[in-house]
């Protein structure tokens, strides 16, 4: 949010007027800390000429006594001593500019997550340090200079990398806001793992059914552009203007500006090499008996299905949530076609989540197929063509003859998934899946700004939970791409005039960022650095590395670092 | 055609649709039955499996 | 807060929706904004009101464990920050009594008793259902004890006995002995009563209760002045005897330490609903997690048919509780929770893997109690002339899954189905951007069955 450009309160005014907000969280910092004590103590710091305590600064009326203050006290800096600046700052910095004082003036002193919430057996020396921690931001604080929020332009154009279901549902939805998409896919036809499936669960689509409209639909929209067959070459730039090149079935290279990125590459159903005598004909995956069924070639009297097969032990410790409702519905499948066939699923625990997964569970139990528990410490062992299971109850082995394994093995994350993660500097998890933002509330988000995550790429979903995801993706991107500007934050390099082009920040700077520029200056050649105020986040490498002070970050220049430092060991 | 939205609850799902709806750029009106928005999540203390704080 | 400031977001909240007519495009929609009896643009939210306000009311927000006000607001961080007044229990709209304390006290002249429910219309082209999900009423299993046995107690319950904000602040305290605790302050009157009771008769007699009474019980004084006299001597011994007797025990009251957890109360079952809650597993690991980091002794199990961690990073943390917080579950089917005369528990259970009934003692038992359509689904649904499906919630039928039975209405969140929080974050964007799609002129028949 940049400024409205009002100043009612002249922040160059030779008195640093400075508002202290200390904070009671409820009980999360008062439950600890004195903050009423706190309160005195930073009315007596130089500079501070208000202080007010709160329960909740975050509340309307914490957000109001704010706004407030700026007006009636002429406040040209406002401290909140309260939780993390990740949790409220924003919210904070607009109710200074709301209230006319420049966002950037404002400054915080953690006393929750780095005090009340770390140090709860340790009350008084958590209080000094309460105190160093606010004496430390308003010595800060009152070396601030105002800023104006960076704006830049975008392009109205996504990249949808991966041509699935999720692919496809997030390009058919872009498309029909107005937004230009261009899809990337790596084989050579567009489906995805759909291709592969027989019918879908609970409604029993044929998959093939599913994917034809999509993709004919797609096929329909002038604004998609698909590349089949296609590899993502690199990726740069920034959300906004994100320069991609594309290689397409052909080999022909491709250069395309976007402004969102969403990756939907999907994930693959685990190969089983060496488990249960897997050989891809008797003993087969959840997707080969798809397979199977699909192209008719399925003639099993006597299946039995073994649940996380390599899943949920100590080299992939997740469940796989989708192989118990894809082992029960083949099951209700093979009933249905055949209801001699017996049937028989060894698990552990039986993962139908939700209302139409349950049914589905009930149903198969009615329709004779059969459950039983295995120990996950005496796994079934197989014998020939049979699977012995451990009892516990009885101590007994009960055999179990087959002429046909099926291993629900988990979707794990694709070979190439490394390298476009490398791509796109986005992270991975410990299972190689892609990482969001947040985990619960931003689970689409990727934490680089415009790139977004859908489908099985991110997690094992069902179809319909994947073309959500495609749909919510779209949705995030939609976010960005409706807007006329990008606003950005100014916290970031400022190169000065003590720059003398030695160029010893260039390579550090993790985000390609700076540039070494030559130019001439009085009939001689001066060399220079130049910083891209997009592509930096004002990490501060480039200012911790100059040695001559000629490049800084804005909000964290070295003489406010400086005061904060002089401040902290004031009490020494 | 209009192009406001109705989104009716003001929960966590209720809450998202608005903030996405918004930054589009479409007039949402957020109806809830509660004197406050928040639904479940706010009587939650932490949330699985960060065991991050609800609010 | 994003939502309460959000230039394009109009919030309407203690609202509800009348009546919908039209269709996708152009539903035109009658919405009833309910009398707060506050004024919304003068209340700061300071508080004052409540905490003069005489009339003590059940806390929602806090499922009854703690009394709210006549006048009050919903929680602290609560968006609108709005103080309101329930008409039903404040004393100025019973006929008779009139009060009037809360507009006296509120120095921003807030309080409107005349206020009026504002009825609004607006004009929309979508809309999107998200009204979530209320829990089920446990005490549909008497067995279990909910409602008769004080110590079994909901998981939405243990949430608030959780968290710091919450009644007991973050220690779980058996409801009996929170109970006990509730009684002293009681006994400490009486016993004061009775005290000063004998400070008439001490005056009078000039002596003191302790001389006094030996001698009359040998019979050196006698009269019915001094019967009177001992008879409050006995009372005032009998309040003191109470009183000691209760404050012991209060005092060897410690936090509840073994917490066992019911899965499945309500869900999956032939008798109430048939399907899986989704999120109550995970709801329960994370309660025994945060109950160990808040008591080191705790000892937790969960009892229940599978443990469903199905989500992102879910297996892990289940077993992150295991290993780190010794969370034991058991697989199994409880079929009774009893107590003794001190409201200890017991959960009588059979172990499904041994086939075996056996015996749990606990101090409080938590219910995780099913998932259910929220109360207004079934009006929402005859509304909006949408269906719902046979578990009560709306019905989608085909693909997208956000799509209801007509066009233009889209739903997400618990309110579709039961799901956990990113899920219902990810539905409400998918929801978000069909409405878009949608409203962005072309009626998408993206895989529509």
């Not at chain 1, 109001?64 to 406002?78: C, M, N, P, S």
């Not at chain 2, 809830?32 to 699985?48: H, N, S, V, W, Y």
């Amino acid at each position: 949010m940049s400024g409205n450009g009002e100043m009612v309160v002249n922040p160059e005014a030779k008195e640093a007027r400075i508002g202290v907000f200390v904070c009671h969280c409820g009980s999360n910092i008062a439950g600890l800390l004195d903050c009423v004590q706190l309160t005195e103590y930073a009315a007596g710091l130089p500079g501070v000429v208000y202080t007010k305590n709160n329960l909740y600064t975050c509340s309307e009326s914490g957000i109001g006594e704010i706004k407030k203050a700026i007006g009636e006290h002429q406040l040209t800096r406002v401290v909140v001593a309260s939780c993390s600046p990740r949790t409220h700052m924003p919210l904070f910095k607009s109710a200074c500019d709301e209230a006319g004082l420049n966002p950037y003036l404002f400054e915080m002193a953690n006393i929750r997550d780095q005090c009340s919430w770390v140090h709860m057996q340790q009350g008084e020396d958590a209080m000094v340090k309460a105190r160093d921690l606010i004496r430390m931001a308003v010595a800060k604080a009152s070396l601030l200079a105002p800023q104006k929020d960076i704006e830049s332009s975008l392009v109205r154009k996504a990249l949808v990398i991966g041509g699935g279901v999720t692919g496809l549902s997030a390009a058919c939805t872009l498309a029909d806001m107005g937004v230009e998409v261009v899809l990337a896919e790596r084989e050579a036809r567009l489906g995805g793992l759909l291709n592969r499936i027989n019918r879908l669960a609970p409604g029993g689509e044929k998959a093939s059914d599913v994917v034809e409209k999509l993709v004919s639909r797609v096929k329909g929209t002038p604004r998609i552009q698909t590349l089949l067959g296609a590899e993502v070459l690199s990726v740069g730039g920034v959300i906004g203007n994100y320069h991609v090149t594309l290689r397409n079935g052909e080999g022909k290279e491709i250069e395309e500006t976007v402004g969102c990125i969403l990756v939907a590459t999907g994930a693959v159903p685990l190969k089983p090499e060496g488990m249960y005598g897997y050989d891809g004909k008797t003993v087969v995956t959840q997707i080969e008996l798809e397979e199977m069924l699909r192209d008719g070639s399925f003639n099993a009297r006597k299946v039995v299905m073994i649940q996380c097969a390599g899943s949920r032990v100590p080299e992939r410790e997740y469940c796989s949530r989708i192989c118990c409702l894809t082992a029960v519905k083949n099951a209700l499948y093979i009933k249905e076609q055949n209801p001699e066939a017996r049937v028989h699923i060894l698990y552990r625990d039986i993962q139908m989540y939700g209302t139409e997964n349950e049914r589905m569970l009930w149903e198969s139990r009615g329709k004779g197929v059969r459950y039983d528990v295995y120990d996950v410490n005496c796994p079934p062992v197989v014998k020939g063509n049979t699977v012995e299971v451990c009892q516990p109850l009885t101590g007994d082995v009960l055999e179990i003859p087959f002429d046909l394994l099926v291993l629900s093995t988990p979707l794990v994350a694709r070979d190439d998934a490394a390298a476009l993660a490398n791509l796109m500097r986005i992270p991975v998890d410990q299972n190689r899946f892609f990482l969001e933002a947040h985990a619960k509330l931003r689970p689409l988000d990727f934490a680089t700004d415009g790139i977004f995550l859908c489908g099985t790429a991110r997690y094992p979903a069902t179809v319909g939970e994947a073309q959500a995801q495609g749909f919510g993706a779209a949705s995030r991107a939609a976010t960005v791409l409706f807007k006329d500007k990008l606003i950005s934050s100014a916290l970031i390099s400022r190169v000065t005039e003590h720059c003398d082009g030695c160029a010893l920040c260039v390579d550090v700077c993790p985000y390609f960022a700076i540039k070494l520029e030559e130019y001439e200056r009085d009939g001689r050649k001066v060399k220079r650095i130049v910083s891209d105020e997009i592509l930096c986040k004002g990490c501060g490498v480039c200012a911790a590395t100059c040695p001559k002070g000629g490049v800084e970050v804005n909000g964290f220049t070295l003489d406010q670092l400086k005061a904060q430092v002089d401040a902290a060991l004031e009490a020494v | 055609m209009s192009r406001d939205v109705l989104v009716i609850g003001g929960g966590i799902a209720g809450i998202q649709a608005s903030l996405d709806l918004a930054e589009m750029g479409f007039q949402v009106n957020l109806v809830e039955r509660l004197p406050t928005i928040g639904g479940k999540m706010a009587q939650l203390d932490k949330t699985f499996p960060t065991n991050d704080c609800a609010l | 807060m994003d939502v309460g400031r959000h230039p394009k977001i109009r919030l309407l909240a203690y609202s509800e929706v009348e009546k919908v007519d039209g269709e996708l495009g152009e539903f035109r929609v009658t919405i009833r904004k309910k009398a707060r009896y506050v004024d919304e643009n003068k209340c700061t939210g300071c508080g004052a009101c409540a905490e003069k306000c005489p009339t003590p009311v059940r806390d929602e927000y806090n499922l009854g464990l703690a009394e709210s006000k006549a006048i009050y607001r919903y929680f602290a961080q609560g968006i609108p920050s709005t103080y309101t007044i329930h008409a039903q229990y404040c004393r100025n709209f019973q006929p008779g009594k009139k009060c009037g304390v809360c507009s006296k006290i509120c120095q921003a002249g807030a309080i409107d008793y005349k206020q009026q429910d504002q009825i609004l219309e607006v004009e929309v082209g979508a809309v999107i259902l998200a009204t979530g999900y209320e829990t089920f009423d446990a005490r549909r299993i008497p067995e279990y004890g909910y409602g008769r046995l004080p110590n079994v107690i909901t998981a939405l319950e243990l949430e608030r006995f959780l968290s710091a904000g919450g009644p007991t602040h973050g220690h779980v305290y058996r409801p009996s002995d929170l109970a006990l605790m509730a009684a002293l302050p009681d006994l400490e009157k009486a016993r004061q009563r009775a005290r000063k009771g004998l400070e008439k008769f001490e005056k009078t007699f000039d002596r003191t209760s302790e001389e006094f009474f030996p001698l009359y019980e040998s019979g050196e004084l006698a009269g019915e002045d001094y019967d009177q006299w001992a008879e409050q001597v006995r009372a005032a011994r009998k309040a003191d005897g109470e009183f000691e007797g209760l404050r012991e025990r209060v005092d060897k009251i410690e936090t509840a330490h073994r917490l066992v957890f019911i899965q499945c109360v309500g869900s999956r079952d032939i008798r109430f609903n048939r399907y899986c809650s989704g999120f109550c597993c995970m709801h329960a690991i994370k309660e025994a997690i945060i109950a160990k980091e808040h008591d080191r002794q705790a000892e937790v199990f969960i009892l229940g048919m599978d443990i469903r961690a199905v989500g992102k990073g879910f297996e892990e943390y289940r077993n992150r509780g295991g290993r780190e917080s010794g969370i034991q579950y058991i697989r199994s089917r409880v079929a009774e929770v009893t107590e003794d005369a001190d409201h200890n528990l017991t959960v009588w259970y059979e172990d499904t893997k041994e086939r075996r009934v056996k015996q749990l003692a606990a101090d409080l038992v938590v219910l995780s109690t099913a998932c259910q359509p929220a109360a207004s689904s079934k009006r929402m649904a005859e509304l909006l002339n949408i269906e719902v499906n046979d578990f009560g919630f709306f019905k989608t039928p085909g693909y997208p899954p956000m799509d209801t039975t007509r066009p233009g209405i889209y739903v997400c969140g618990c309110a579709h189905s039961p799901m956990d929080i990113p899920e219902s974050v990810a539905q409400a964007s998918s929801a978000a951007a069909r409405a878009a799609q949608v409203l962005s002129g072309s009626e998408s028949a993206c895989l529509a069955s």
